[in-house]
């Protein structure tokens, strides 16, 4: 008697690191904007923000913060890791995005 072929069971693709241990593999040795970020982990850069704020809560994210490419003004006391709206010198949306990188232990 011949049997029928069975599906073979799909199993999900199991990940090796979660979303903050491959940020921080990533952002090692290096600075990088979350643009780059989200390209490379394949993830919304709205949703990476929610990690890095964690990161950043417990202490192993660096900010390099984000410059008015208009006025050259830096966000240097801005907290948040997203990128500002509007440089409040110059009034100029042109604003380079932050940069990330992790403290070296």
């Known amino acids: ?10 199993v999900p693709e199991e990940r090796d690191a979660t979303i903050r241990r491959e940020l921080m593999h990533l952002l090692a040795g290096r600075q990088l904007p979350v643009s780059v970020l989200s390209k490379e982990i394949r993830k919304s850069e709205k949703e990476l923000y ?6 950043q809560r417990s202490g192993i994210l660096v900010i390099i913060p984000a410059e008015c490419g208009d006025c050259g003004y830096i ?19 042109r ?10 232990a």
Do not use: V, W, Y
Not at 50 to 55: R, S, T
Not at 75 to 92: L, S, T, V
């Open 1 to 10: 008697m011949i049997r029928p072929l069975r599906k073979k069971e799909t």
């Open 50 to 55: 929610d990690h890095l704020d964690h990161l």
């Open 75 to 93: 966000f240097k006391h801005r907290a948040r890791p997203r990128k500002p709206g509007k440089c409040p010198r110059c009034k100029g949306t």
């Open 95 to 104: 604003i380079e995005p932050p940069l990330f990188s992790i403290a070296a």
